[in-house]
């Protein structure tokens, strides 16, 4: 009897701690959160666009106008009115985030051969260059960009000829 | 029979019975061997490595969001991404080197106006399918688990604001 409960005592230990052929079951869990930030677009706006006056370039006359309004001519061409109009953007975000300017899709014709923008931004026209070359701007949430124009004549403008050129500054989020 | 005699036969009767008794006994005595089986294996661990990141998105737009296990974001209706990293999550996956795994996606909670849905995985280099896997890979000493989203902003959000739903990544052996 003795041998019979001990017999019985192994088979139940054998079924409730090696129960044969079960597999091992594991599971692990991990959460993932998801951040998601809100903030307002860049916004711009065109103040004044840019408006030279009266100008008499000759062929291959360099024409600037800088980021104050004032004209100058380099070559054999003349200047009614030293005074134009720079164009003048103002661009409004809501943070600190870095803010990239970006020339592009100038179009010109006729008698103007070569046409990059010139930028100034928040007044400081002393330091004045190529909008290309402008570094990126962090935290300033209201920006203007003061613009000039730098041209190259490509032939000689009839008199009272209008020459439309234009180009296109983006103001983008770095 | 005189009463000497019935005695006997009483006697001889006990002691046949407990012959009986006896032999049966000793039938109750076999034994049967028995076999313990157990296997060992790795327990399954998840390591996060990166939660998900949106970015900055527009705000005060009603839009839901989607990042691919890739990373990149997009957005329906008026909803725009504007600018900062954007993240898939990212989960190492250890555990047996032969046996394999069920993993699944639960317990979607929403944060701050954004309500978490439709999670994607990506697993150990595979395509982006569905959160629910059912016999991958084992995944032995690492695997990568990379996982999207969809989050559905409500359009309350002010800029400024930010909201981490989250849900919760479970891997277990089947």
């Known amino acids: 009897m003795r041998l019979l409960k001990k017999v019985f005592v192994l088979t139940v230990a054998a079924g409730v701690f090696f129960p044969g052929f079960q597999r091992f079951s594991s599971a692990a869990a991990v959460q993932m959160s998801a951040l998601i930030g809100f903030v307002n677009p860049l916004s711009v706006s065109n103040r004044s666009d840019v408006r030279f006056g009266g100008i008499h370039p000759e062929p291959h006359d360099q024409v600037v106008m800088d980021t104050t309004g004032k004209i100058k001519i380099t070559g054999t061409g003349t200047v009614e009115s030293a005074d134009g109009q720079p164009g003048s953007i103002s661009i409004t975000d809501s943070n600190d985030q870095s803010v990239n300017f970006l020339p592009g899709n100038y179009r010109y014709g006729g008698s103007v051969g070569a046409l990059k923008a010139i930028c100034a931004l928040n007044g400081n026209h002393a330091d004045e260059k190529d909008c290309a070359l402008l570094p990126p701007v962090t935290g300033m949430n209201k920006k203007t960009l003061d613009i000039g124009m730098d041209m190259t004549m490509a032939g000689a403008a009839a008199s009272s000829q209008s020459v439309p050129s234009s180009f296109d500054i983006s103001a983008v989020y770095q | ?174």
Do not use: H
Request: one cysteine or more; proline letters at 3%.
């Open chain 2, 1 to 174: 029979m005189t009463n000497q005699g019935r005695g006997l036969v009483l006697v001889a009767s006990a002691v046949g019975m407990a012959g009986v008794l006896l032999s049966l006994g000793a039938a109750y005595a076999a034994t049967s061997p028995v076999t313990a089986t157990i296997a060992f294996d790795t327990p399954i661990s998840l390591t996060k490595n990166a939660d998900i990141s949106f970015g900055a998105v527009k705000a005060g737009v009603a839009s839901t969001y989607t990042i691919s296990t890739a990373g990149s974001v997009s957005a329906t209706g008026g909803g725009q991404w504007l600018y900062g990293a954007k993240t898939a999550g990212n989960v190492a996956i250890a555990g047996s080197t032969f046996q394999t795994v069920n993993i699944s996606v639960g317990g979607y909670s929403g944060n701050g106006g954004v309500t978490p849905s439709n999670a994607k995985c990506a697993y150990n280099g595979g395509g982006e399918g569905s959160c629910t896997i059912n016999g991958a890979a084992a995944p032995g000493a690492g695997k990568t688990l990379l996982i999207g989203v969809d989050a559905a902003a409500d359009g309350t959000q002010i800029a400024g604001d930010t909201a981490t739903p989250s849900f919760t990544v479970t891997v277990v052996y089947p």
